[in-house]
């Protein structure tokens, strides 16, 4: 495995002092790392606790309590209880809207404080997710709390009734399975691999039947045509492919460029690349933050040394950055053929596989070319091209002449082997909800 590093800059950690060279933010109090069920923290019942590390250093930063299969058993009791006898369901819709609202604006007076944690714990950009990630939350809690009456951690301060939510951390093999094959959970709703998307149907199907809503990653296409505006359009490929350090399941990791401005293309797109900021995350001018975990890191330095051997070339990236923390350089592959590893698997990182096409009938061959569906970008001044495009390729969302562009009323999801079921919009309840028919005649029938 290539190891060779580059420096990092300088990086800043999180002080209690205020003394910082360049920026500073409060160091958080981690307050709650128990398992929340039934409107209480408690400790797993096995005692056991796993490890959170700070990605930009590798340092723990605190243990949080590991549920297992008796811990969801707990919580779905509790939920259980809550849903059969509980005051929630007997609520009216308008009543519910009014939790959901007051957690909504719990999560906006606690922004700073939850964006920190989450950088912490991700290594996504502090700004990211004080101005986009964590308002999003509570955009869709006002969403959906709008929806409330339409259907025929601050959360003990928002007054939700003890069962109605439960939190268990835990791991796929011990409480993902516990769930997947509980007797007593009516639904299931799984993000991850299709690997074990397929252990989550397989286990609903040999328990009580539940349904299963699946979003199992992508590997997206961009396809830019002739007539595009070059720097627009590598600045939305660089997006596209390196937004939060690659780490999005629908990350445009395939980009496809036609051959009459492939080489302009190309060359502009590596300087951009190369001028890409990698830091702290922490640091406003960071534009690439470490990777989520070491799992990840190294898959992705895998998948890096994979494509060296089948043939493809590193335009530039494919480095560590730094001795500490989980940085990988942007990356960015040509000479790419569409049967290698880092154009067919989903990498989750900072890898682009840029390729060449001729015609329209090319480029939607190409764009299919894969076992996933679940994004597409389309970037041309034609409308009848973007048109032709948009019906033809087989993905949930094709954004044309623009990218990771979402709506809260827009549903979202997958085709083929991303997966099933739609997240935001009305879509996204019908998978929670059962149709139900009840009949009463409106006279006495001569057998009653």
């Known amino acids: 495995m290539n190891t060779h590093h580059h420096a990092l800059p300088k990086m800043t950690h999180l002080s209690n002092s205020g003394q ?32 959170t590390i700070d990605r930009r250093t590798e340092e723990v930063i605190v243990r949080v309590s590991e549920g297992d ?80 009456d339409k259907i025929h951690g601050e959360v003990l301060k928002a007054g939700i009734p003890d069962g109605v939510l439960n939190v268990v951390p835990g791991f796929g093999p011990t409480a993902g399975a516990a769930i997947s094959s509980h007797m007593d959970i009516d639904a299931v709703s799984f993000t991850g ?33 002739d007539d595009a505006d070059i720097d627009k359009a590598t600045d939305l490929a660089l997006f596209g492919s390196m ?17 009459g401005i492939y080489d302009e293309f190309k060359q502009k797109l590596v300087e951009k690349a190369k001028s890409w900021i990698i830091g702290d995350p922490f640091d406003p001018k960071s534009q690439h933050g470490p990777q989520a975990d070491k ?47 880092i154009a067919q698997d989903e990498i989750f990182g900072p890898v682009m596989a840029l390729m060449k096409f001729k015609t329209i009938e090319d480029a939607i061959k190409s764009a299919n070319n894969t076992r996933y569906g679940l994004a597409a970008g389309i970037v041309t001044k034609n409308l009848d091209t973007a048109n032709t ?20 009323d827009v549903p979202f ?10 997240d935001f919009g009305m879509d996204a309840l019908h998978k929670y909800l059962q149709i139900k028919s009840a009949v009463t005649p409106i006279y006495n029938s001569h057998w009653l």
């Open 20 to 51: 910082d060279n360049n920026f500073f933010i409060e160091k958080p109090s981690i307050k709650f790392t128990k398992l929340f069920i039934n409107g209480d923290f408690v400790d797993s019942i096995l005692g056991r606790t796993f490890e």
């Open 69 to 148: 299969k008796e811990d969801i058993d707990v919580a779905v009791k509790a939920a259980r209880a809550a849903f059969d006898s509980g005051p929630w369901p007997r609520m009216p819709g308008s009543e519910r809207a009014k939790f959901l609202m007051k957690w909504a604006n719990l999560i906006d007076q606690n922004v700073e404080e939850l964006a920190v944690l989450d950088t912490i714990d991700t290594g996504k950009l502090y700004n990211m997710n004080k101005l986009v990630e964590i308002p999003e939350a509570a955009n869709i809690l006002r969403y959906y709390a709008g929806a409330s």
């Open 193 to 225: 691999s299709i690997e074990v998307g397929r252990e989550v149907m397989q286990a609903a199907a040999k328990s009580n039947l539940k349904p299963v809503s699946l979003e199992l990653g992508g590997k997206s296409p961009l396809i830019v045509f």
């Open 243 to 259: 937004f939060n350090k690659g780490e999005a399941c629908i990350a445009s990791s395939r980009v496809f460029v036609q051959e």
């Open 295 to 341: 799992n990840q890191f190294d898959k992705i330095l895998s998948y890096i040394e994979h494509g060296k051997k089948e043939g493809a070339t590193i335009l530039t990236g494919g480095k560590i950055v730094g001795n500490k923390g989980y940085y990988i350089e942007p990356t960015i592959f040509s000479d790419v053929k569409e049967d290698m590893l």
């Open 389 to 408: 495009l948009s019906r033809s390729i087989r993905a949930g969302t094709v954004w044309i002449n623009c990218y990771f562009a979402f709506e809260l």
């Open 413 to 422: 999801g997958g085709y083929k082997m991303s997966g099933f079921g739609r």
